[in-house]
């Protein structure tokens, strides 16, 4: 079936469901998570609950450009995306519902939600972390050299340094969270610094760095830790061969913690199931769903005391806690515009 036949039938099905009465208790779901684990959550949600989950995937740029484009007339009771600063530029356009929920403010940090809105309400909510590490060469490279992300930065790692497009969502957040440690002054030195490093011009995802590390066209990539667990935990050869080949770094132990993004959720704005919405949200915070959410996708839980056995996380560490960094994830997100004009100043593409 063509992409544009789904849509159409995508767009049916919720038209169908926002003209159904309230005791048909469904909720409607736009989701950038694409990861078949997540079936079993929309499962033991409706099995708990009997609320019935009809879903939408898109990638979360699609998402946001589709909530515009309905407006008042948009089916979308619950929004899932996978990056903080797109859950910021949502709040920001207006396209989420700030709730009041005490099992969620329970739940999940301060720290890893919006800010509360004029009447308290919160307009999203983190839901799993990832971090942002460093992944080196093991053979070329020693990990005092690559220990903090201001050593990305380095003139000591000139021509050494792979990394995504420096606009890409994931950077910008990294980026966003070292300007609200630096301040942007320092951001845009250090930001420069990181151009002048790179061994080649900023392509692919995540994987292409890590492959890029063990293949030797470069010595040290930026990468989200799950791209690496994924990796880790394949029976692949050609992924064994590349785990052996490097090694990986949790940056700024010794200062401010190694950057966590999230992929979290919010009501949308003009949701019709508002309850039912808040009830799947509050799902999502559950242990269970939790560790489902978190392993699916090979990241670790948002809810306070929910820990997971992920043997390629684990490993990461040598199964040892490590810092994060325990600013509003929102600050980030305040950033973004100042972060894209420093990267065009500094020709960061």
């Known amino acids: 079936m063509s992409k544009s ?5 995508a767009a049916c099905l919720f038209a169908a469901a926002g003209a159904a009465s309230a005791q048909d208790q469904v909720v409607n779901l736009y989701s950038a998570r694409h990861y078949a684990t997540d079936e079993a959550l929309y499962t033991g949600f409706t099995k708990a609950t009997g609320i019935k989950v009809n879903r939408v995937d898109a990638d979360d740029a699609g ?9 008042t007339a948009s089916p979308a009771d619950v ?14 356009d207006g396209l989420f519902l700030p709730i009041r929920s005490k099992v ?15 009447d308290g309400g919160i307009a999203w909510f983190g839901l799993s972390t990832r971090a942002r590490v460093i992944v080196y060469n093991k053979d070329k490279v020693s990990k005092e050299d690559v220990d903090t992300y201001e050593e990305l930065g380095d003139p000591k790692n000139k021509g050494k340094v792979c990394i995504r497009s420096g606009s890409h969502p994931y950077n910008l957040s990294l980026f966003g969270a070292v300007t609200e440690h630096m301040g942007e002054q320092k951001a845009e030195a250090w930001l420069k610094g990181v ?24 010595d040290i990539a930026v990468t ?9 935990r394949s029976e692949k050869p050609e992924d064994k061969a590349i785990a052996g080949k490097v090694s990986v770094v949790f940056p700024n132990q010794q200062s401010w913690g190694t950057h966590m993004n999230i992929a979290g959720g919010a009501v949308a704005r003009n949701t019709k199931n508002q309850a039912n919405a808040v009830k799947f949200l509050e799902y999502l ?5 939790q560790n489902y959410f978190a392993n699916g996708n090979n990241e670790w839980p948002a809810a306070k005391g929910v820990d997971t056995a992920n ?19 929102s600050a980030v997100g305040e950033h973004m515009t100042k972060v894209q004009q420093m990267l065009d100043r500094v020709n960061f593409q």
């Open 104 to 118: 969620l403010e329970d739940t999940i940090p301060s720290n890893l939600r919006a800010k509360p809105a004029a």
């Open 224 to 232: 989200n830790s799950y791209y690496l667990a994924r990796i880790m």
């Open 311 to 329: 043997p390629a996380l684990k490993a990461m560490t040598d199964g040892k806690p490590f810092k994060s960094e325990t600013i509003p994830i």
């Open 5 to 9: 036949m789904k849509a159409v039938l």
């Open 63 to 71: 998402i946001m450009a589709r909530l515009k484009a309905e407006g």
């Open 285 to 289: 915070a559950s242990p269970e769903a």
């Open 195 to 218: 151009a002048g490093n790179l061994a080649r011009p900023p392509k692919g995802g995540d994987t292409d760095q890590i492959k890029a590390v063990a293949s030797g066209e470069c």
């Open 79 to 92: 929004i899932l995306l996978v990056d903080a600063a797109r859950l910021y530029r949502g709040e920001v």
